[in-house]
């Protein structure tokens, strides 16, 4: 057997998509899966080092791992005109960074960056993505940006938007924001990377094809989410663009790391590689 070790975030959507592979629903042939936990930011680090076969990560971490890790056609986390969110404890008159104080759940994270291509000027906060609103709310911080199950329950939590992402990165390309991804080690070999991104496809397939199913899996780790608002979440990051990027969603990701070298927010261009190419 072979082991396969896929490292993925511990949340709704992740869980959603790699359901099938987790459940035994799927032959796996001469592959074992083995299922790794850990933050987004965690990840990013460890996939610097190589550490995991497949491994989820922001696509600002791609920009440092592209000599390592290849892109899988499946598994992309898009922001289509919605995104990561930073709120604040009131409304503000403008979206005006400027000196401003703002907790960010990692410096590799898509959302630092696509809040670096949006203003620069600001003085960032690393805060565990799921204390971030706490932060805000004790007035540490300014604003706080939010991923993950945070972007559906700040109101809740009697926060104001300041800016979606998202939504600013449509009104300025027409595009989908690119989020994360899961990228395999070069170093498998094609042969390998081709089954093993058939196998991660068929999982997101199955999700998609037997959803209530593969919904009751993820409840597990919808974080302050009652059913509907995890069966919305799911459906923002879980789709068809999940399936496959798509040329728009390609497009994205190669524009989304071009601005970033453009702004010098990163050290070199990066030519995006996809497995399946």
Same mark, same amino acid.
């Given at each position: 057997m072979i082991e396969i070790r896929v490292a993925h975030s511990p949340d709704s959507d992740d869980a959603f998509m790699f359901y099938a592979l987790a459940a035994g629903k799927l032959s796996t042939g001469e592959f074992r899966f083995s299922h790794k936990l850990e933050d987004i930011e965690s990840l990013n680090q460890k996939a610097l080092r190589g550490v995991y076969e497949?491994?989820?990560?922001?696509?600002?971490?791609?920009?440092?791992?592209?000599?390592?890790?290849?892109?899988l056609p499946?598994?992309?986390?898009?922001?289509?005109?919605?995104?990561?969110?930073?709120?604040?404890?009131?409304?503000?008159?403008?979206p005006d960074l400027s000196g401003k104080r703002i907790a960010v759940p990692g410096i590799m994270t898509s959302a630092y960056l696509a809040l670096k291509?949006?203003?620069r000027d600001f003085?960032?906060?690393?805060?565990?993505?799921?204390?971030?609103?706490?932060?805000?709310?004790?007035d540490e911080v300014d604003a706080g940006l939010l991923i993950h199950e945070g972007q559906l329950t700040y109101a809740g939590q009697g926060l104001a938007k300041v800016i979606d992402l998202g939504e600013w990165w449509h009104e300025t390309t027409g595009l989908p924001l690119p989020l994360g991804g899961n990228?395999?080690?070069?170093?498998?070999?094609?042969d390998t990377i081709r089954q093993v991104s058939r196998l991660l496809r068929q999982s997101i397939q199955y999700a998609l094809d037997h959803r209530d199913e593969a919904l009751r899996h993820a409840l597990q780790y919808a974080r302050d989410l009652d059913s509907a608002q995890a069966d919305r979440f799911v459906g923002m990051y879980?789709? &068809? @663009?999940?399936?496959?990027? +798509?040329?728009?969603?390609?497009?994205?990701?190669?524009? /989304?790391? &071009? @601005?970033?070298?453009?702004? +010098?927010?990163?050290?070199?261009?990066?030519?995006?590689? /996809?497995? &399946?190419?």
């Open positions: 497949v491994t989820a990560v922001s696509i600002h971490a791609y920009a440092y791992i592209a000599d390592k890790y290849a892109l499946s598994g992309a986390s898009m922001g289509d005109r919605y995104g990561p969110i930073l709120v604040a404890r009131e409304l503000w008159d403008s291509l949006f203003q003085q960032h906060v690393l805060v565990p993505f799921d204390q971030i609103m706490g932060a805000v709310k004790r990228a395999i080690r070069r170093d498998l070999g094609r879980v789709n &068809d @663009r999940t399936l496959d990027y +798509g040329d728009a969603g390609r497009h994205a990701v190669q524009l /989304f790391l &071009d @601005r970033a070298y453009q702004n +010098g927010l990163i050290p070199g261009r990066i030519e995006v590689e /996809f497995a &399946d190419e």
